[in-house]
């Protein structure tokens, strides 16, 4: 979960361009709190490509990310985004 400036900030496109160019699968969705929830999956260099790519773009103001490893989503073959 992503934390700081988040919404009305073009995150979940960002995202999903993010993780469309670097063939990760999953989805990204706004939370009522204000805060944005992304499940990504995808080789490890990729998911670590990702959050650096996330982390620099400068439209965004991440304060805080909580990570945390999920079961992997078998057959999920896209990132989407959600809501």
Known sequence: MFSGK???VGFRYTALYLARSLYLTGWVRN???GRVEVEVQGKTSCLR???IRLKSQPHLHIESADLSVV???RFD???R???
């Open 49 to 51: 490509q990702f959050l």
């Open 31 to 33: 939370l009522p709190d």
């Open 6 to 8: 988040v919404q009305h």
């Open 81 to 83: 985004v959600l809501n």
């Open 77 to 79: 073959r896209h990132f």
């Open 71 to 73: 079961e992997e989503v």
